[in-house]
């Protein structure tokens, strides 16, 4: 009875050993491809390391966004960043450059020393829960890049640029820069131009 019993372990096992040897990734010397299209594991392993994405709020597309909508939007930042700087078309003005730090994204605003308007400049996305209108988030492939937005015009290195109109009836175009690092979305950078 022993015998049949080590037998027909030996025997699943054997079995289960070729399984293995079959499987779509094995053929693929051991490791699944991320990147293959139309794999739902290979989907599932893209969104297992990915906490569940939250939109980047519409904030962030609107230059005259200020500190007060930010806060509004997200509530109070984890830090908030000050420095002063000249103001670049008077250098006897002083502007203020405020930064506000949030999980995975930050945002950063110049305030006028002419009259306290504030002014969004940058956006800056470096944690994977945040996804833009375009369906990409930090942590995404080029490949996933390429698909939402095609070919770029302009690439320099590690660093992917997109340009997205004005849309009708908006004086409001969105610069990306998508900043690569092993071929994957590092940092996403934002910048609403006012036309």
């Not at 906490?51 to 984890?78: H, R, Y």
Request: with cysteine.
């Amino acid at each position: 009875m022993l015998f049949m019993t080590i037998t027909v372990s030996a025997l699943l096992l054997l079995f289960l050993g070729s399984c293995v040897l079959l499987s779509p990734s094995s053929a693929e010397g051991g490791q699944e491809n991320p990147d293959r299209v139309g794999s739902a594991e290979a989907e599932d392993k893209r969104s297992a390391g990915r906490q569940k994405t939250m939109p980047v709020p519409d904030i962030a597309f609107n230059p005259l966004t200020g500190l007060d909508s930010i806060k509004a939007e997200l509530g109070e930042p984890v830090s908030i960043e000050r420095k002063e700087r000249e103001n670049r078309h008077n250098p006897e003005t002083i502007d203020t450059v405020i930064t506000c730090f949030y999980p995975g994204i930050s945002f950063t605003i110049q305030k006028s020393g002419y009259d306290g308007r504030e002014f969004l400049m940058a956006v800056q996305i470096t944690g994977n829960r945040w996804e833009i209108p375009e369906g990409v988030s930090v942590g995404d492939s080029r490949n996933t890049l390429l698909d939402s937005f095609g070919e770029s015009a302009r690439v320099e290195d590690t660093r992917v640029y997109y340009e997205r109109p004005a849309e009708a009836g908006s004086n409001v175009a969105i610069r990306y820069l998508f900043i690569f690092s092993d071929e994957r979305i590092a940092r996403i950078e934002i910048s609403a131009l006012l036309l």
